[in-house]
């Protein structure tokens, strides 16, 4: 669709805004009396509801919370708004989802988050994806202009600029973020805008903002790039049922809000009154039955929150070499190229997105060199923003492309956490399975790399193992990396794969073919009677020396390289420690909240382990401390293979 020709239907918009404003209204009967616990109110935004008038098959909307007369004009049944509001088992994400989180994958209605602006990258992914595939589709994004001071705004409004991505902002300006102004604060006001056409709009007038929308509409589905339609309007109720405006406004801000309600004014303007009350009555009538009904729904069992975290990973096929591959020795850096490559040939909708990772350069590790240009516009140079890495990467998705993102270094996904704990790892269980995200973010990590200090060292593993809907493995070898990247392609949902960098330049030889490693699966490396002593990622090597000094070279140790941590194998650990009596984890990472800690929990608490042990379990990792730039550091506070032989002689009383 075009849309310039489109011509105003005012009846559809009145009647979606009528209909949305008895849906607040019976919601907040419903908080009022007990019935529901949470409502957010849309009750003055109702006017955004002309905004479908422009949106057509194959456009996606990244909801804001107030969009309930929009959502209705999309087609959304009120039954659909009465389960969210109550969290009834057959709303769309099945009850896990707040009132005013909005998703539809049927009417390109993404699924929302609470964390204020953070949809505002995905849809730029899924512009960029349609803009790829030459797609005549846009993204509509809306927010409220008290969110637009959040980093990912500006990241997105940066991105889409920088790409020219067919993305319409739409901020819904009501001038409060809860309860502070925001006339003085939001970015349009503070003048930092200029990079972007904005179009200012009356918020409140259907009419006005459908004349103006339509303009602005048809630039960015024409490929004028992106565009922010800066819409005033009145926020007439408190922030949510939680919050009472008459805290901190005065009576009469709040008078000559209501005096200008756009419901009101839109209604007294296409009249007769008497019809709009008709349509009123109408509305209040069919709102009241089904809400009713609804009540009466059956809540989700809670049993079923633990479904559709992750999709089971498929049993992929092996990865085979080409024919004429002739090394027969690889780095691990190596082998992630040579995975990456072949990842790009069996899958044509892959792309890889990350800080120079363009040839000539192809990453600072050179782990992607070769690849731009083997496969020319599918590798992307990113800007330096780690948010926006990560929070394309499920717009990417849901535009049907599969996307690889490489962070430059484990030590700076900081900036990249909420996208990816709030976002990416969220987004099939919050939609119920409507939307996955089936990304591999891999990085390099860990120490024992003299030189590296501080923030180039950190093995920061747990932070990602916490997060419900992620994957993590770390490879120690160059076929357990082909052989994770290689499952992680053909997985579901996100894969985060840490990379140990001391490894990158180790050779080793590898197999012609390598089975896709199933997550879950460790690699028994050694088999023993004495201990078990668990290790991965740079501490196999640690583990491997170890076992060769005098004090631990007579005790017959059985060693799992863990390789993937979420999911663990529990099972070959539990078997082993139950015939051992004795196990040893020794990870890089500090051990407060570590994998070692989840690890010695399960041991102690399932009664046959327990029973088993003849001596303590014990971790041995960097104690809680950061690693500093001097070598002497490293050494210091990183497992060595003298510690770790001495644990093991003391714990199994080897001579
Ligand atoms: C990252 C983040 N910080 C804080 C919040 C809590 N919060 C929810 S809405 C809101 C105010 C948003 O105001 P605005 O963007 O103007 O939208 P409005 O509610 O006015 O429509 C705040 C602080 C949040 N959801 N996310």
């Known amino acids: 669709m075009d849309g310039s020709e489109v011509a105003f239907e005012p009846r559809l918009a009145l009647e979606a805004m009528v209909l949305s404003r008895e849906c607040d209204r019976r919601e907040a009967i419903l908080v009022r009396q007990g019935k529901a616990p949470f409502h957010v109110s849309s009750v003055g935004h109702e006017a955004l509801a002309v905004l479908a008038q422009l949106i057509g098959p194959g456009d996606q909307v990244f909801p804001h919370y107030r969009d309930k007369a929009l959502m209705l004009a999309l087609g959304t049944p009120v039954r659909e708004l009465a389960r969210l509001l109550l969290g009834k088992a057959a709303s769309l994400a099945n009850g896990r989802q707040m009132p005013g989180h909005f998703g539809d994958r049927s009417r390109g209605v993404w699924s929302a988050l609470s964390p204020v602006a953070h949809h505002l990258l995905p849809a730029c992914g899924f512009a960029w994806a349609m803009q790829r595939q030459g797609l005549p589709h846009v993204a509509v994004a809306l927010t409220g202009e008290a969110s637009c001071r959040q980093g990912e705004f500006f990241e997105a409004v940066a991105f889409a600029v920088e790409r020219r991505l067919p993305v319409l902002f739409v901020v819904e300006d009501n001038g409060l973020g809860i309860s502070t102004p925001t006339a003085h604060l939001n970015p349009l006001a ?387 420690v139950a015939r051992t009596g004795r196990l040893l984890v020794v990870q890089e990472d500090n051990v407060s909240g570590g994998v070692g800690q989840m690890i010695v929990a399960e041991i102690c608490a399932d009664a046959r382990t327990w029973a088993s042990l003849k001596t303590p379990p014990l971790i041995l990792g960097r104690p809680d401390v950061h690693i500093g730039f001097s070598g002497a550091y490293g050494d210091a506070y990183l497992p060595q293979p003298q510690a770790v032989a001495e644990r093991i002689r003391d714990m199994t009383g080897a001579p």
């Open 190 to 576: 503070l003048g930092m805008l200029d990079g972007v056409k904005v179009t200012r709009a009356d918020g409140r007038d259907p009419e006005a903002l459908f004349a103006v929308a339509r303009r602005v509409m048809h630039g960015v589905r024409g490929g004028a790039g992106p565009a922010i339609l800066w819409c005033e309007l009145d926020r007439l109720e408190g922030h949510s049922s939680f919050d009472d405006q008459r805290g901190y406004l005065p009576e009469e801000v709040i008078r000559a809000k209501w005096e200008r309600d756009p419901v009101a004014a839109f209604a007294a303007r296409l009249g007769p009154q008497s019809e709009v009350e008709t349509l009123r009555q109408r509305f209040a009538d069919e709102v009241y039955a089904t809400f009713q009904e609804v009540l009466d729904e059956p809540d989700p069992s809670p049993k079923a929150a633990l479904d559709g975290r992750l999709a089971p990973a498929g049993e992929p096929p092996p990865f085979r070499f080409p024919e004429d591959y002739a090394e027969k020795r690889w780095s691990l850096a190596r082998a992630v190229g040579v995975a990456l490559g072949a990842i790009f040939e069996h899958d044509p909708k892959t792309v890889l997105f990350g800080e120079d990772v363009d040839d000539p350069k192809g990453g600072v590790f050179g782990l992607t060199r070769g690849l731009s240009t083997r496969f020319p516009g599918r590798v992307h140079n990113s800007p330096l923003a780690e948010a926006t890495i990560a929070g394309v990467a499920p717009g990417l998705a849901g535009g049907g492309i599969r996307p690889i993102l490489e962070m430059q270094f484990a030590d700076f996904c900081g900036p990249a956490m909420s996208q990816i704990v709030n976002d990416l790892a969220t987004l099939r269980w919050r939609s119920a399975g409507a939307w996955t995200c089936p990304a591999v973010i891999y990085a390099p990590y860990g120490g024992y790399v003299a030189g590296a200090g501080m923030w180039h060292s950190q093995a920061c593993e747990a932070a990602f193992c916490q997060i419900p809907g992620l994957r993590v493995a770390v490879p120690s070898s160059p076929a357990d990396a082909v052989g994770l990247f290689w499952a992680a392609a053909h997985a579901d949902d996100p894969t985060v794969i840490l990379l140990p960098k001391r490894l990158f330049q180790v050779s080793e030889p590898v197999p012609a073919e390598i089975p896709a490693i199933a997550f879950g699966k460790a690699a028994r490396l050694r088999q023993g009677d004495d201990i078990t002593v668990i290790c991965w990622g740079n501490t196999v090597r640690v583990v491997g020396d170890a076992l060769r000094l005098p004090q631990a070279a007579s005790v017959s140790a059985e060693v799992f390289d863990l390789r993937s941590l979420v999911p663990w194998d529990r099972v070959a650990v539990m078997d082993s």
